[in-house]
């Protein structure tokens, strides 16, 4: 599975201990200049209004401050975007976020359901985008359990293992994301965010053995002094008393393209012993970055009590 | 038409065979000391233009009119022995050779200091066992891998990497040899030591081009290596105690002149000495890392003409991994094991045959263990093994009919076992694994003929060819993956023994050699040949964790052309020579994993071949080589400067990129000076072009996550690699009986910080309006000084 890459890893920590940590020095590198790209960020969910986000890319040594940010954003007339189902076409309106970008775009026609297609078409700066997504059945998710990682005076944290039934056919995609006591609104995506059935494909169950909070992961708005970093624990890991709402969602094959090969993007980013991996954007036209999704988003809230029990929430 | 031109070759330097009346001396040259047989000894008719060389096994044959010869028989480092012979029926004649005391004075050695210049083979190089315990070595180590990436046209692979790189081929495109068995995996530590310990090996030999016909399957070069047979007369210990690791060889009769043993081990004791600096909550205090390996010789003489070899090598690198949280524990051995039967006939004084069995097996295995807290559904086990093993018989003839032709012909068979990825897993009571198990097997067999015809006293010509064939066979199921290569859509079973594939191959050789005048040579040399298993590798560097991996109905053979043309010259009555060598390669049918395959992506219902994509390369170089071989100063200058390219139809959009192995210029500088008996210094220098890499070139945001873009492959290139390595040998005692020596060696003298990778971090926040993207170069070793106590007794 990910064995060698942790071998890999541990190879680099066990080099990097004994030899590596006086040896590095800052250099200049001279990269070629950037091709400008759209970044797509579309979605739909299950019983919800298509939302899109749109933002250009940035050359990899680029300097940024809350204006150049800004400037990064396509937002209200700058395109327009127009999401077709079943003959009925929504162009969708310009809307306020309260995630990054902020700004971005909202159906108002239709919501996502099982078995409907769904054609994406962006018009931005006289260049055309297009994309379709397909929102496939809903799985339940069975039981989740609560393992300890360590045990501390004060509290004890863990991560969790969801299981939910495998169904019969073959080529079943999932994505996992998260909202916790400390994300709230979007659904995010943790460590690793899709998974497939094909492991499991004889048993009735799959599981997705390590569920640990949101990828908080990089420093890009709000970097944090190392000094300050919270503690691997506290950050991936869960503890009593904690509330979390778990989607899990069905995935289109080439949705689960776009998660896998991003997740393995971050995977060999920087990593000298892994080829780098690119990401395969499902949009068409010109060039762009990015993905058109639809979930088949089975949402569910649960409670860690004092008897480490993962507890549904009926709300 | 090449192939036709190589066999009418063949035809005409059999037809002028002569069968006239002539007589034969034959027999064996050896060490007088040990008995060993010294390979590539020259024997030679003074004053006349006839000679020979000895073989593998030391044996020589020269068949010559009846009549009074004044014969010299020489090889580097020993005397040279100088003997009448009246030759008026067949002789048998051993030769034991003696230690040159004194090395580095002016020994006559005249037989053996042309022999770059007569020899018809081009691109092939020896270094004297000698030499790589003089020259400096990291961490006190000598090491004969890293000796030969120090001639031109040999690249390193680099620090941190396994492997070396020939003339722009893959480390999968050497053909690694001991004792005639393959070894797959010849690094230790990711490629900071070989698996070759220099004190159980007698004698190496590296064709970097223009590999004779008894050689098959890789297409770029042979690196053959014999180990030491064991002293038949004493019984005799040496070792060394060095920083990091220490080795004893001991040998000697089992019975007198008739049979003897060597015994050879080393062992690294990093992980025990690091243990107490290391804190008691740090991750390391559980785990570690170590190699070891065995080396074991027996040989038996059952008469002057028949002998029997058993030679072994098991070698392990083991690191283990134990986080005092979760119960989480990994381990990770990896290593060779090799067995291997020769049995040597001398049929008659101008036939030799050596028959060999050989069962050698590569294996790397990750083992992860999670406990279980109790609960259901808690608790991972998880086995991944991967690995290649082979069951080799070979027959091999030399017949040397006349001095004028040494002809060797035989056959090979190999039947393979790969297992490109092998996995079981539990997660609690749930088995995570349905089918796994992917075994692939192989025949693969060969039969070859070569001459080496000495048309006159200028012009030496030979001539090969060698007809190889490769069946997989089932037990096999080939997957068959929808357009995005992530379902399985159909599949189709092989049974047991049924052909899933089968290829063919007829690889003509030749070389041609041109005496120009006294001391120079020209030399044309041209290959091609085929290679029936790759070794495909999801990194930029070269290690362990890559997969062997056999042709298959979607996966070709390599292929590999090469020319090249060189002129050899030597200077003040040998004791410099020079060359100049240039090539042209072409390969075809080489693999790369697609763009963000992972490990393990094949393990169930799939094929580890589903996820290679497909493409050709060429390389086209100069090599210079200029060598002081003799004197109180030895050493050499080798140069090499080189283009190496590739073309992937689904990597930059078929665009052609340069291959991790272009490298355009490389520069190797030894020199060891001996000051007295007692002292001797060296130097190493090496300066190498900065390898290539991939770097991101742009980013936009996924779920406010920063997320690189990447530029074209290859298309950004490091700062150049150099160093300098200093050593000196303090010879402490040399009495009969007991030797020992002390060894300095000061690795990366002026503490270049030599690029290893390179990586990004990010500093600042957009929020406080200072966000920047920062590079830095990780570089592998700074200076390192090292001690090593040598001994022998």
């Known amino acids: 599975m990910k064995s060698k890459t942790i071998f890999i890893i541990l190879i680099i920590f066990t080099i990097s201990e004994l030899i590596i940590l006086s040896c590095e020095k800052d250099i200049t590198v001279d990269l070629p200049k950037t091709e400008e790209k759209l970044n797509v960020q579309a979605s739909i969910d299950l019983n919800e209004y298509p939302i899109v986000f749109l933002t250009k890319n940035m050359s990899y040594f680029d300097k ?108 079943n995609y999932f994505a996992i994301r998260l909202k916790s006591t400390y994300q709230n609104w979007f659904f995010r995506p943790m460590m690793v965010n899709v998974i497939d059935d094909k492991l499991i494909d004889n048993s009735p169950f799959v599981s997705c053995p390590f569920v640990t909070k949101s990828y908080a992961r990089n420093s890009f708005f709000s970097r944090q002094d190392e000094e300050d970093t919270l503690h691997f624990e506290q950050e991936f890991l869960f503890k009593i008393g904690d509330t979390i709402s778990i989607q899990l969602s069905t995935l289109d094959e080439i949705s689960y393209l776009f998660w896998s090969s991003w997740e393995r993007n971050k995977m060999t980013d920087g990593n000298p012993f892994m080829n780098p991996a690119s990401v395969k954007s499902n949009i068409k036209g010109a060039p762009a970055n990015g993905a058109w999704i639809g979930y088949g988003a089975f949402i569910k809230s649960f409670f860690i009590n004092n008897e480490l029990k993962v507890v549904p929430i009926d709300y | 038409m090449k192939t036709k031109l190589i066999l009418i070759i063949l035809f005409l330097s059999f037809a002028t ?46 068949s010559l009119s009846a009549g009074k010869y004044e014969i010299v028989v020489s090889f580097l480092g020993y005397k040279n022995k100088n003997i009448t012979i009246d030759l008026n029926k067949n002789i048998t004649l051993n030769f034991e050779m003696e230690m040159d005391a004194v090395m580095a004075s002016e020994v006559e050695i005249t037989a053996d200091r042309d022999k770059n210049i007569e020899d018809s083979r081009m691109s092939v190089t020896r270094i004297p066992i000698e030499t790589v315990k003089t020259l400096p070595a990291f961490m006190g180590e000598a090491d004969i891998m890293k000796t030969i990436q120090l001639l031109p046209g040999i690249q390193a692979a680099g620090e941190g990497n396994s492997g070396f790189y020939v003339r722009g081929g893959g480390p999968d495109q050497n053909l690694i040899l001991l004792d005639e068995a393959t070894i797959y995996n010849a690094s230790h530590l990711l490629g900071f ?57 001991v040998q000697g009769p089992i019975i007198k002149d008739k049979a003897s043993f060597l015994v050879s081990a080393r062992r690294t004791y990093i992980d025990l000495l690091i243990k107490p600096f290391v804190k008691k909550e740090s991750l390391l205090r559980s785990s570690g890392y170590y190699f070891y390996d065995l080396n074991l010789k027996l040989n038996y003489k059952f008469s002057e003409k028949d002998r029997l070899y058993i030679s072994g090598y098991y070698g392990k690198d083991v690191f283990n991994f134990k986080a005092n949280v979760a119960g989480f524990e990994m381990g990770i051995p990896w290593g060779n094991a090799m067995i291997n039967v020769r049995y040597n006939r001398l049929i008659s004084s101008k036939f030799f045959s050596n028959t060999t069995f050989v069962f050698s097996d590569y294996k790397f295995q990750t083992s992860v263990k999670l406990k279980s807290d109790g609960n259901i559904g808690t608790g991972l086990e998880f086995i991944q093994d991967s690995g290649i093993r082979d069951l080799n018989g070979k027959q091999d003839f030399t017949w040397i009919p006349s001095p004028k032709h040494t002809v060797k012909f035989g056959l090979n068979y190999t039947y393979h076992i790969f297992s490109p990825n092998s996995v079981s897993a539990s997660l609690g009571e749930m088995n995570l694994t349905s089918d796994n198990k992917k075994h692939q097997f192989a025949h693969e067999g060969a039969i070859y003929i070569g001459d080496d015809y000495k048309i006159n006293e200028r012009i030496t010509l030979y001539g090969g060819l060698r007809f190889a064939i490769f069946s997989q066979r089932g037990p096999f199921t080939r997957y068959i993956k929808d357009e995005n290569y992530l379902t399985t859509i159909d599949s189709i079973v092989y049974d047991k023994h049924k052909s899933v594939a089968n290829y063919y191959a007829l690889e003509p050789r030749a070389s041609l050699k041109i005496n120009l005048w006294k001391s120079a040579s ?12 790759h070794l495909a590798s999801l990194s930029a560097s070269t290690l362990p964790t890559d997969l062997w991996v056999p042709c298959s109905d979607i996966v070709k053979p390599q292929i590999g052309r090469q020319y090249a043309i060189g002129l050899f010259q030597n200077f003040l009555d040998d004791k410099i020579e ?95 000076y001996t000051i007295s008996e007692k002292w001797s210094v060296s130097a190493i220098f090496v300066y190498a072009t900065g390898n290539v890499t991939t770097l991101p070139i742009a980013r936009y945001m996924v779920d406010g996550e920063l997320t690189s873009e990447y530029g074209k492959r290859n298309s950004f290139r490091m700062d150049a690699y150099h160093r300098l390595d200093l050593s000196a040998t303090w010879t402490i005692t040399t009495k009969k009986k007991w030797e020992s020596s002390l060894n300095f060696s000061i690795y990366n003298v002026y503490n270049r910080k030599n690029p290893y990778f390179i990586y990004f971090y990010n500093e600042g926040n957009v929020s406080n309006g200072n966000f920047e993207t920062k590079a830095k170069q990780v570089s592998l070793f700074p200076i390192l000084p090292s001690i090593t106590w040598n001994f022998k007794f």
């Not at chain 1, 800004?70 to 975007?81: D, F, T």
């Not at chain 2, 004190?199 to 190496?204: K, N, T, V």
């Not at chain 2, 109180?632 to 078929?654: A, C, E, V």
Request: hydrophobic fraction near 35%; charge should be neutral; charged fraction near 20%.
């Open chain 1, 64 to 171: 940024a401050d809350t204006a150049f940010v800004k400037n990064l954003i396509v937002s209200g007339n700058q395109a327009v975007v127009v999401v077709s189902c079943n003959g009925i076409a929504d162009t969708l309106s310009p809307h306020k976020f309260p995630v990054w970008p902020f700004d971005g775009y909202i159906g108002s026609k239709f919501k996502g359901a099982i078995g409907n297609y769904y054609d994406l078409k962006i018009n931005y700066d006289n260049k055309e985008y297009y994309a379709t997504t397909t929102i496939r059945d809903t799985i339940g998710i069975d039981s989740v359990k609560f393992n300890i990682v360590s045990i501390r005076d004060t509290f004890q944290t863990g991560y969790l293992t969801l299981f939910w039934r495998n169904p019969s056919t073959n080529g």
């Open chain 2, 17 to 62: 065979i002569s069968f006239s009346q002539k007589y034969t001396l034959s027999g064996y040259i050896k060490d007088a000391d040990t008995k060993e047989e010294l390979q590539g000894a020259s024997i030679i008719v003074k004053d006349k233009a006839l000679g020979a060389s000895a073989n593998n096994y030391g044996f020589y044959s020269l």
């Open chain 2, 193 to 249: 030591f070989s698996v070759f310990n220099t004190d159980a090996i007698r004698d190496m030999e590296i064709y970097k081009g223009g590999m004779p016909a008894q050689y098959g399957g890789r297409i770029s070069s042979v690196l053959d290596m014999s180990m030491k047979n064991g002293n038949m007369k004493k019984f005799e210990a040496e070792g060394g105690i060095g920083t990091i690791s220490s080795r004893l060889t």
């Open chain 2, 522 to 533: 020209f030399k044309a040399s041209f290959m091609q040949n085929k290679q029936f298993i």
């Open chain 2, 578 to 672: 020079t060359s100049i060598e240039a090539y042209y390669k072409k390969l075809y049918n080489l693999i790369e994993y697609a763009d963000g395959a992972m490990p393990g992506d094949e393990i169930t219902k799939d094929n580890a071949d589903n996820y290679f994509i497909f493409g050709d390369g060429y390389s086209y170089g100069l090599e210079f080589f200029i060598k002081k071989r003799a004197g109180r100063f030895t050493g050499w200058i080798g140069y090499t400067l080189s283009w190496t390219n590739r073309t992937f139809q689904d990597i930059n959009n078929g665009e052609e990129f340069p291959a991790k192995y272009d490298r355009r210029h490389d520069i190797s500088v030894t020199g060891t």
